[in-house]
């Protein structure tokens, strides 16, 4: 759509509800109405007078920003809808990355946007856009936990599928190492850089934040890596004594429920998933009774 004409609709839509308007129409006025409606969780009046703003100033990154929170706070995830329902919340999802984008536009370096952006792609299953996202967020703040938590899981996710897939392939047994296979080298070639990619973010990760999920994902890399020892079972070895390590002191944290971290933004949903529950009593990385 031609943007003077959006502009001349926006400002048409804005002088609808004349009687509504205390204060003269601008965009400081409908910035500062929107940004109090946002504070009073009366979105939907957020959203009008934001959207307001943005046709009278086209350049406010205050009300981009403020648009972008508000409809991403409309938009629910995984929601039970009808087909209509559903359309129009994800119309939100859509409009709140849109506006988040425009904000990148203003300010690259929002880590804000930057990580809305990755959450919204990685809970989208589209792992490369979101590593994207997170890793411009840890070049603005190479200490953001959600960043490096995230993109630590990214990294087991996907090396984790690949060993899976080929360890199907071959029909082996879940307590059969790859580690003398002929297969073994082609996957270690390609899982080995995000492997250790993924233990240095978590690293980090754990550094910051006292998170039995962290020390969780920690414990399932140093095991990815252990299969893929090609032929040095001593190097096998080591990283299944510290995945366990790993293991012990994620359990350790669960029975400290104060000290874990239970989310990454402020809210529940802004985390990646927990890790795999730890293994059967009896097994290697089992929490103690």
Request: hydrophobic share 30%.
């Given at each position: 759509m031609n943007r003077m004409l959006l502009c001349w609709l926006l400002l048409s839509f804005c002088f609808i509800p004349p009687l509504l308007h205390s204060q003269n129409l601008n965009a400081t006025s409908e910035l500062q109405l929107g940004i109090a409606a946002y504070d009073k969780a009366k979105y939907k009046d957020a959203t009008h007078h934001l959207e307001c703003a943005i046709a009278l100033d086209p350049e406010s990154r205050e009300a981009h920003l403020y648009l972008a929170r508000t409809y991403d706070v409309r938009y629910v995830e995984s929601?039970?809808?009808?087909?209509?329902?559903?359309?129009?919340n994800d119309r939100l999802g859509l409009r709140a990355?849109?506006?988040?984008?425009?904000?990148?536009?203003?300010?690259?370096?929002?880590?804000?946007?930057l990580n809305t952006l990755g959450w919204r792609h990685y809970r989208s299953a589209k792992s490369e856009e979101a590593d994207r996202y997170y890793r411009r967020t840890l070049e603005v703040d190479p200490n953001d936990f959600e960043a490096l938590y995230t993109?630590?899981?990214?990294?087991?996710?996907?090396?984790?599928?690949v060993r899976q897939e080929k360890r199907a392939e071959l029909k082996l047994r879940r307590n059969k190492a790859l580690i003398n296979l002929p297969s073994c080298t082609e996957i270690r070639i390609e899982n080995l850089a995000r492997i250790e990619d993924g233990m240095a973010l978590l690293q980090r990760a754990s550094e910051l934040v006292k998170s039995n999920d962290v020390e969780a994902y920690l414990s399932l890399l140093y095991q990815e890596?252990?299969?893929?020892?090609?032929?040095?079972?001593?190097?096998?070895?080591?990283?299944?004594?510290?995945?366990?390590?790993?293991?012990?002191?994620?359990?350790?944290?669960?029975?400290?429920?104060?000290?874990?971290?239970?989310?990454?933004?402020?809210t529940s949903s802004r985390c990646p998933p927990p890790a795999p529950p730890p293994?059967?009593?009896g097994q290697p990385g089992a929490c103690p009774n």
């Open positions: 929601p039970e809808c009808g087909e209509e329902a559903c359309a129009a990355m849109q506006e988040f984008e425009k904000v990148l536009e203003f300010d690259p370096s929002n880590t804000e946007a993109l630590g899981v990214i990294q087991w996710q996907r090396s984790y599928r890596r252990a299969d893929i020892q090609c032929g040095d079972q001593t190097s096998h070895d080591q990283d299944m004594r510290t995945s366990v390590e790993w293991a012990d002191r994620a359990c350790k944290t669960r029975r400290n429920p104060e000290r874990m971290v239970i989310n990454c933004m402020g293994p059967e009593a």
